[in-house]
C-alpha cells in the first residue's frame, strides 16, 4: 500500500489539527490503519489505531478524549482529528496500514506513509 499524509503544520496549544492520509494499492478496507508519532530524540510511539471496518479504535492513554481516528473505506483515506493540542504533541505522524489489525496495537506494520510534521507551540 502506497500511503501519503497530509495536513501537518504549526498550530498554538490548545488548537486543532486535522490529518488526512490517502492510500493506493489494495483497497482500505483490507487494513488495520494507524498513526504513530515520533519526537526529536525519541522512539516511534503508536498513537491511534482502526479496525478494518472502523468500528474497533485504540488510542495512546496520552491522546484518548482529545485525539479521534476515522476512515472512509469508499475513499480509502483515513484521518485523525486532534484537538486540544499540547507542545508534547510535537512530532512527525506516519500513517500505518497492516493486514493484521493486532501488528499496529503492538506497534509496527508494513506500510508507512513519508510522515507529516505536526508542530505545537506553547
Known amino acids: 500500500a502506497l500511503l501519503i499524509e497530509s495536513g501537518g503544520g504549526l498550530v498554538q496549544a490548545g488548537g486543532s489539527l486535522k490529518l488526512s492520509c490517502a492510500g493506493a494499492?489494495?483497497?482500505?478496507?483490507?487494513?488495520?490503519m494507524g498513526w504513530f508519532r515520533q519526537a526529536p530524540g525519541k522512539e516511534r510511539e503508536f498513537v491511534a489505531a482502526?479496525?478494518?471496518?472502523?468500528?474497533?479504535?485504540r488510542y495512546a492513554d496520552s491522546v484518548r478524549g482529545r485525539f479521534a481516528i476515522s476512515r472512509d473505506n469508499a475513499k480509502n483515506t483515513v484521518s485523525l482529528r486532534m484537538n486540544s493540542l499540547k507542545p508534547e504533541d510535537t512530532a512527525i505522524y506516519y500513517c500505518?496500514?497492516?493486514?493484521?489489525?493486532?501488528?499496529?496495537?503492538?506497534?509496527?506494520?508494513?506500510?508507512w506513509g513519508q510522515g507529516t510534521q505536526v508542530t505545537v507551540s506553547s
Open positions: 500505518a496500514a497492516d493486514l493484521n489489525y493486532e501488528k499496529l496495537l503492538l506497534g509496527t506494520s508494513d506500510y
Open positions: 494499492g489494495r483497497p482500505f478496507s483490507v487494513y488495520g
Open positions: 482502526s479496525s478494518r471496518s472502523g468500528t474497533d479504535t
